[in-house]
Structures are given as structure tokens and as C-alpha cells.
């Protein structure tokens, strides 16, 4: 035996969005079971498919005096369901994907994990280091190769930069690095 459909006084949406709480309490006793329904149809949970019902009459109930209803109440009601449980399967389908990608080796691999502190510790001695090594270069072999390595210039560009040949910068890179090497090691 299928329930009879509720049928409401014609003035209940009226008498709703003045504040009225016996038309609010009438509307969610008529609509609550069969909307939790139809919501579970959707999300095939029933904590999920309540939740979301009360999340509608929660919306219907703060936003009862701007509410635009243009077919009936019923069928706002309805369609209000719908529409976040949809949103909710949306939902659920990204973070499934996601969680899909996020398994895969590949994608673990771009996420490199956080430093060590030791890792931190050493880079930060290299860095000291190198930027001693840089400054007892000659200006000119220190400037080629920051010109080289941080700015990423080619030898042609570090060459029309700096005025000089194309030989000339590979001859200031080869000095610049054996003089790095040696205060390095």
C-alpha cells in the first residue's frame, strides 16, 4: 500500500515565510520520511540521506522569507533533495578519484617528501660554503658564473652581457669551477 500524498492548506508556504512555526512543523511532518526516501534512492545511505534532508528544511527554515517557490512547496522540496544529493555523489566521485590518484606510484612521486633536519642542516652549511668559495672569486669568473647557473643564461648571452668572447666565458667558467672545487673539497 503506497502512502497518500499529503496535502497541505494553500496557504502554508504564505504563513511559512512570515515566520509561522506551526506551518514550518506541519510541512517537515509531511515531507521528512518521504524525502529521506527519496534522498537514500540517490546516496544508498540513510545517515547521508537524512542528514540531507535536515540540511534542506535547515535552509528552508533560515531562508523562508526571500524562499521563491515557483511551481508548488512540494516540489521545491523535492528538487532540493535532488540537487545536494547529486552534489553529494559529485563530491564523493572527485574525492574517490582523487584518492585513486593519489595510490598510484606515479603521483606519490611528485610529492616529495618534507626535509630532514639534518638535509636542512647540510644544505645550509653548502650554501655558507658556496657563497664563501663565490666571494674569493675574481669579480669577473664570480659574475660569469652566477650568470651561468643562477640566471641561466647561454655562453652567448653571458658574452654579450659582459663584453667579452664566447672563449672568454668558457675560459672564467673553467677557472670559476676549479677554484670552487679545490676550496670545496
Not at 20 to 28: G, I, L, M, S, Y
Not at 121 to 143: G, H, I, M, T, V
Request: charge should be negative; glycine fraction near 4%.
Amino acid at each position: 500500500m503506497t502512502p497518500r500524498p499529503v496535502v497541505l492548506p494553500p496557504d502554508t508556504l504564505a504563513r511559512l515565510q512570515r515566520g509561522d512555526d506551526a506551518a514550518f512543523e506541519r510541512v517537515f511532518r509531511a515531507y521528512y520520511a518521504p524525502l529521506g526516501a527519496f534522498a537514500f534512492r540517490f546516496l544508498h545511505d540513510a545517515a547521508m540521506a537524512e542528514d540531507v534532508v535536515q540540511d534542506v528544511f535547515a535552509v528552508l527554515w533560515s531562508a523562508r522569507q526571500t524562499l521563491v517557490v515557483k511551481t508548488s512547496l512540494r516540489g521545491y522540496l523535492y528538487a532540493a533533495v535532488r540537487n545536494r544529493a547529486l552534489n553529494i555523489r559529485k563530491h564523493d566521485a572527485v574525492v574517490e578519484a582523487w584518492e585513486v590518484d593519489e595510490s598510484d606510484d606515479d603521483a606519490c612521486a611528485l610529492h616529495v617528501p618534507p626535509s630532514q633536519p639534518d638535509a636542512i642542516l647540510d644544505a645550509k652549511l653548502l650554501n655558507r660554503e658556496l657563497s664563501e668559495a663565490f666571494a674569493a672569486l675574481p669579480e669577473r669568473q664570480a659574475e660569469v658564473m652566477r650568470l651561468r647557473w643562477r640566471d641561466e643564461l647561454s655562453y652567448a648571452e653571458i658574452a654579450e652581457a659582459m663584453g667579452i668572447s664566447v672563449k672568454g666565458v668558457e675560459k672564467h667558467l673553467a677557472r670559476g669551477l676549479a677554484a670552487l672545487r679545490s676550496r670545496m673539497i
